[in-house]
């Protein structure tokens, strides 16, 4: 059956069963529920909603609006409203400086890892730089594959110096926690985001489509005494992250 069908209101609608987006909400939950729509399918326009059902575009807006809310449909500008694959849509703060397992917790969500790569190296350029480091001294890396709900997040790489963290194998969760523990929990960070299509490796472990939108996040961690604690290099799915950053008026 197609959804079309299957929201005609003969069906389903009944003055006597409450409010009417109330009722719409419901019918397209059955819709998902009972696999006339499956994960990521579009769901048809708004203003064809209104037409086949017969009820107002406010109220098909306002029973679309409890379902984006519920994480049951997501909205993609300009191209429409879509089933949810149960991928988490997170916001985050761009002021407090959180970690990954901390943000997840925060939204009840479970967040998981897989290793990409750990270990002491010779550092790299860049590394030498963002982390301050004199000559000789290693670096310690810790490149991780982020998961909430077991949905993959982000690709987060992050190199730290190996004074700080010589034994990379000890972060079994999080690794501000083992930061933390030593006495070397970052206070102070600068992030710098940017907009980007993802290539066919990172896309893969993302699980989505390359050249599909995602964001580059760079975090730069300070201890309270100004040293450089962490250089973190993320990739994050575009259509998991909210960034929420709270404006003041300059005085
Ligand atoms: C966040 C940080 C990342 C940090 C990680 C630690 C961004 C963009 N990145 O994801 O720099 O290394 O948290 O998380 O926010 P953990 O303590 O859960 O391992």
Redesign the pocket.
């Known amino acids: 059956m197609t959804i079309e069908d299957f929201l005609r209101p003969a069906d389903w609608m009944d003055g006597a069963q409450g409010p009417r987006y109330v009722q719409l909400r419901r019918r397209l939950e059955d819709s998902i529920s009972s696999g006339v729509l499956t994960a990521n399918a579009p769901l048809p326009a708004e203003r064809e909603i209104a037409s086949i059902t017969g009820l107002s575009r406010v109220t098909v807006r306002r029973a679309m609006q409890d379902l984006v809310d519920k994480g049951i449909i997501v909205q993609r500008q300009g191209s429409g409203s879509f089933v949810s694959d149960g991928t988490p849509k997170v916001e985050?703060s761009l002021s407090r400086l959180?970690?990954?397992?901390?943000?997840m917790a925060q939204r009840g969500l479970p967040?998981t890892?897989e290793w990409l790569e750990r270990g002491l190296f010779a550092p790299t350029l860049d590394e030498v730089v963002a982390l301050a480091l004199s000559s000789g001294e290693q670096v310690a890396r810790?490149a991780?594959l982020?998961m909430a709900n077991e949905r993959p997040m982000?690709i987060?790489r992050?190199s730290i110096p190996a004074d700080i963290l010589p034994d990379p194998d000890i972060?079994t969760?999080?690794?501000?926690?083992?930061l933390d523990v030593g006495g070397h929990r970052p206070e102070r960070?600068l992030?710098k985001i940017s907009a980007i299509n993802l290539g066919p490796a990172d896309a893969e472990l993302l699980g989505v489509e390359t050249g599909s939108a995602g964001l580059r996040?760079e975090?730069t961690?300070y201890l309270s005494n100004r040293r450089v604690v962490?250089f973190?290099r993320?990739v994050?799915r575009g259509d998991a992250y909210d960034f929420i950053a709270e404006l003041k008026l300059a005085k």
Request: charged residues 25%.
């Open positions: 985050q959180t970690s990954f397992t901390e943000d967040s890892f810790v991780r982020r982000a987060e992050a972060v969760t999080s690794l501000y926690e083992v960070a992030q996040i975090r961690s962490e973190t993320s994050y």
